[in-house]
């Protein structure tokens, strides 16, 4: 059973929650669906696949003939000419990956494919877990301060759809027991290092998650508050879970939690 409080902080009914808050957490099986879902957005490294190869490195072996090696004591290693003085060159190596210029031994290659593949069975498994976890005090505490929260799972009426101003939904959340967790979520500090010149200036906090039947009037004055409002079939793992570890903080409205039993 779960209490559905109104915006206000009171109790309006009980109600019984659908069997996905029953699901039995395997952190091994949460953490395997994050990376699965996150390799996604990997950016491929590698070198240029003619990188030390465009500088031809052969020589001709035979006697008497013009850039000959031969009877000239030099190695088997591929060289192209650096200078020369008449018919008298002078050799550097190219190609072999032990000489200067040459290509790389073992380079990354661009046909790596960096997609970890799961099933979807798997997938869905995992979103449950994560869904479940949010319902459990003991692991939401590791990531948020919700010390002056009463209520696991957090749920609220539908009237909470309706804010469209920042400070309205900081007023709500905040008489909601979430005041200590809205002053860190909305901290940030200046990343140290290249990030900053790269369009990640700043560093936030793990944010909050609302999960409403109708995130159309939300959307707009959670995000300035570092929280992201979701319908429920949007859903992902990195939604449910932090970095793959179990105990995201999940607000929810009465109609998503109506939703979920279908």
Same mark, same amino acid.
């Given at each position: !059973?779960?209490?559905? +409080?109104? %915006?206000?902080?009171?109790?309006?009914?009980?109600?019984?929650?659908?069997? =996905?808050?029953?699901?039995?957490?395997?952190?091994?099986?949460?953490?395997?669906? *994050?990376?699965?879902?996150?390799?996604? @957005?990997?950016?491929?490294?590698?070198?240029?696949?003619? &990188?030390?190869?465009? $500088?031809?490195?052969?020589? @001709?072996?035979?006697?008497?003939? /013009?850039?000959?090696?031969?009877?000239?004591?030099?190695?088997?290693?591929?060289? $192209?000419?650096?200078?020369?003085?008449? @018919?008298?060159?002078? /050799?550097?190596? &190219? %190609? &072999?990956?032990?000489?200067?210029?040459?290509?790389?031994?073992?380079?990354? #290659?661009?046909?790596?494919?960096?997609?970890?593949?799961?099933?979807?069975?798997?997938?869905?498994?995992?979103?449950? !877990?994560? =869904?479940?976890?949010?319902?459990?005090?003991?692991?939401?505490? $590791? *990531?948020?301060?919700?010390?002056?929260?009463?209520? *696991?799972?957090?749920?609220?009426?539908? #009237?909470?759809?309706? =804010?469209?101003?920042?400070?309205?939904?900081?007023?709500?959340?905040?008489?909601?027991?979430?005041?200590?967790?809205?002053?860190?979520?909305?901290?940030?500090?200046?990343?140290?290092?290249?990030?900053? +010149?790269?369009?990640?200036?700043?560093?936030? $906090?793990?944010?909050?998650?609302? %999960?409403?039947?109708?995130?159309?009037?939300?959307? &707009?004055?959670?995000?300035?508050?570092?929280?992201?409002?979701?319908?429920?079939?949007?859903?992902?793992?990195?939604?449910?879970?932090?970095?793959?570890?179990?105990?995201?903080?999940?607000?929810? @409205?009465?109609?998503?939690?109506?939703?979920?039993?279908?």
């Amino acid at each position: !059973m779960a209490t559905i +409080l109104s %915006v206000d902080n009171k109790k309006l009914e009980d109600i019984e929650l659908p069997e =996905i808050f029953a699901q039995k957490l395997n952190s091994g099986v949460l953490r395997k669906a *994050f990376l699965a879902e996150e390799s996604g @957005t990997f950016q491929k490294k590698y070198t240029d696949p003619l &990188a030390g190869k465009r $500088k031809v490195g052969e020589l @001709t072996k035979r006697r008497r003939s /013009y850039k000959t090696v031969y009877g000239r004591g030099y190695t088997r290693t591929p060289k $192209k000419v650096l200078s020369r003085n008449g @018919t008298q060159f002078y /050799y550097v190596g &190219a %190609v &072999a990956p032990h000489t200067v210029g040459g290509r790389q031994a073992h380079p990354p #290659k661009a046909e790596k494919n960096l997609v970890k593949k799961l099933n979807k069975k798997e997938r869905a498994i995992a979103i449950r !877990m994560g =869904i479940a976890a949010s319902a459990d005090r003991n692991l939401v505490s $590791k *990531f948020h301060r919700v010390a002056q929260m009463n209520d *696991f799972p957090l749920i609220i009426e539908d #009237k909470l759809n309706d =804010i469209k101003k920042t400070k309205d939904l900081e007023k709500t959340l905040s008489a909601l027991g979430l005041g200590e967790e809205i002053g860190r979520i909305t901290e940030r500090k200046i990343r140290a290092g290249r990030g900053k +010149l790269r369009g990640r200036k700043y560093k936030k $906090k793990l944010g909050i998650i609302i %999960v409403t039947s109708d995130n159309s009037n939300i959307s &707009a004055s959670a995000r300035n508050l570092n929280i992201t409002a979701l319908r429920p079939e949007q859903l992902s793992v990195r939604d449910v879970s932090n970095a793959g570890r179990p105990g995201r903080l999940i607000i929810w @409205t009465k109609g998503a939690v109506a939703s979920m039993k279908k």
